[in-house]
């Protein structure tokens, strides 16, 4: 049972560039969000979706897209990549209903130059 | 909207000590889904207890209890008998059981550090 699949868990990007970081996962959760986390700041909502088909913003929602075709996937795309892009990205999962809390990804350090 | 508060960015302990980890939340909702999460250096997010609104009996989790105080709004965790391995960053967060597909609201972490 993989649960939560992400990658890459490290990437440096230049200033403009773009990328996709990629999850996974294999409980059939419904819900799947995706968090940076900073330092002093813990971890802050981008994007997070409901089901295959919705995709709402969170909190932090600009310069990134994402989008929802399968339960299981929920990949996350940098359009122009910014210095203040950089951070730990971490991708989770759960049911619908949230008594269990989250299930999430080994996460990613993106470092943008 | 809900926020969660941790005071203490960082915190120290001796080996085989009890620590408690403090966390406030604000909310105005009375149903409700409370969490503290650990990590490691490793990176990884891990689920250490998790406590129901609506149960006044406190969570326990082997060495990790929590006291929660409904009407104050307040969340704390103690590590009882600390060991080493338990060094990390502990996050306290919010979910909200009124809301199907409610996010969780996290707090800015406390930093625990383990003294042999």
């Known amino acids: 049972n993989a649960g939560v699949t992400q990658t890459p868990k490290f990437q440096v990007l230049k200033t403009g560039q773009s990328m996709t970081l990629q999850c996974a996962q294999d409980m059939n959760h419904e819900y799947m969000s995706w968090y940076r986390q900073d330092p002093g700041m813990g971890l802050r909502l981008i994007h997070y979706?409901?089901?295959?088909?919705?995709?709402d913003q969170g909190e932090v929602p600009n310069g990134y897209n994402v989008s929802r075709s399968t339960t299981e996937d929920f990949p996350l795309r940098l359009l122009s990549a910014a210095p203040s892009q950089t951070s730990v990205y971490f991708c989770?999962?759960?049911?619908?209903?949230?008594?269990?809390?989250?299930?999430f990804g080994s996460g990613t350090r993106l470092t943008v130059v | 909207a809900q926020t969660v508060t941790q005071s203490q960015p960082e915190m120290s302990v001796q080996e085989a000590e009890t620590v408690t980890l403090s966390c406030t939340y604000d909310?105005?909702?009375?149903?409700?889904?409370l969490f503290w999460y650990k990590q490691p250096p490793s990176r990884q997010m891990i689920l250490v207890i998790r406590q129901e609104a609506y149960k006044q009996q406190n969570a326990t989790e082997s060495r990790f209890s929590v006291n929660f105080q409904k009407a104050a709004k307040s969340f704390s965790l103690k590590i009882s008998d600390s060991q080493l391995g338990d060094a990390a960053m502990y996050f306290c967060?919010?979910?909200?059981?009124?809301?199907?597909?409610?996010?969780?609201?996290f707090g800015e972490g406390t930093q625990l550090t383990v003294n042999p």
């Open positions: 967060a919010y979910r909200s059981a009124e809301t199907s597909g409610s996010r969780l609201t």
């Open positions: 979706s409901v089901g295959a088909g919705i995709t």
């Open positions: 909310t105005s909702e009375s149903d409700y889904y």
């Open positions: 989770a999962s759960s049911y619908i209903i949230g008594r269990n809390g989250y299930t």
